[in-house]
């Protein structure tokens, strides 16, 4: 849909995160105009990030929304061409009953975004950020992945491994905004990035980068999650996002991920290029022969999509880099 000066009018839910504002940004640069919404506008530590990108005093609007509040993403969706869905609530390590307090609110909130979709009448396509944890989460570990695969939720309640409740909630919130899409006739797409990682624009460090900075800070809460593990890096995620909502083609669910890896093989990488943070080579507990399970995005390089940041090219402490050094700039890396 033509915006108001010809340009294409999107909306961005958690636009203020890490992964929304690098996507409101790379669509400000590719002359969208972009509706950002976030839980209030006029928190200047929360929105200041955004105001400053390249055009965003002609292209670039915020909006008032919560996942929580039915019908408050009506105003910024009406009229847009595409919706990116990339806001979930991501507090769960405190939360004391998981069903009613992060699952359910976490399911609602798509389907409210969905149901503004759809009373729009002017949307699209719908892309929607999902993850990885929608998949590979079994009682028996899969030998790979693919997009075929759903998480098994009734393994992550009984088990309760770290992060259970992010699983069971975007596996339930993405099968919920399938069959939302398919009885209302919307165009859905959903991506799955694996680990996101790299720089940030945001003002606080992302949860995501204690995943990325866990050998560093020795934070051996994550060394189970990194044992057999996937990333990538934020800008191939939000080039991706883009490129799934311009391509006519584009349908289903899409695997984002670039690297493949096993504990072993981050902490050698990474105890090369930064010798100084004397990073651990060993794990107690953890199998040093593990092998990498792969996570392949055939379906996503089969549509056509390149990845900047390749496994060709760059190892996976190259990976990793960008988010130590946004860190290292920005004050935010523990003393050595």
């Known amino acids: 849909m033509a915006g108001e000066e010809g340009g294409t009018t999107v909306c961005v839910t958690g ?27 006029f928190n200047e530590d929360k929105v200041k990030h955004l105001l400053e990108l390249g055009s965003a005093s002609t292209h670039l609007s915020l909006w008032k929304a919560d996942l929580n509040e039915e019908g408050s993403f009506d105003d910024a969706i009406h009229g847009c061409a595409g919706v990116f869905h990339v806001a979930t609530p991501m507090s769960f390590y405190f939360v004391k009953e998981p069903e009613n307090e992060f699952i359910k609110p ?7 975004v969905m149901r503004s979709c759809c009373k729009a009448k002017t949307v699209k396509r719908i892309i929607y950020t999902s993850t990885t944890g929608t998949i590979g989460i079994q009682q028996q570990p899969p030998t790979h992945y693919d997009e075929s695969v759903w998480t098994d939720v009734d393994f992550c309640r009984t088990t309760k491994m770290f992060a259970w409740m992010y699983f069971v909630a975007k596996t339930e919130a993405e099968k919920a905004a399938w069959k939302f899409a398919e009885e209302n006739g919307l165009d859905l797409v959903t991506i799955q990035p694996s680990s996101v990682i790299g720089p940030f624009i945001t003002t606080n460090r992302p949860p995501c980068t204690e995943n990325a900075l866990a050998l560093i800070t020795k934070n051996r809460a994550f060394y189970t999650m990194l044992a057999q593990s996937h990333a990538v890096n934020v800008d191939d995620v939000c080039n991706a996002h883009i490129y799934l909502f311009e391509h006519p083609q584009a349908a289903g ?17 990474l105890s090369k290029k930064y010798p100084e943070y004397d990073i651990q080579t060993k794990f107690e507990g953890i199998d040093e022969s593990l092998k990498p ?3 392949p995005s055939k379906k996503l390089l089969d549509l056509g999509f390149r990845f900047k940041f390749n496994s060709q090219e760059y190892d996976v402490a190259d990976l990793f880099a960008e988010a130590i050094e946004a860190c290292r700039e920005k004050g935010m890396m523990p003393p050595l």
Request: charged residues 15%.
């Open 106 to 112: 976490t399911v609602d909130g798509v389907l409210n």
């Open 253 to 269: 669910r899409y695997i984002c991920s670039s690297h493949s890896f096993t504990i072993y093989d981050l902490a050698n990488s």
């Open 293 to 295: 399970i792969p996570c």
């Open 15 to 41: 636009a203020s995160g890490f992964i929304g504002s690098w996507l409101v940004m790379r669509l400000l640069e590719r002359g969208y105009y972009v509706r950002a919404t976030v839980r209030d506008p």
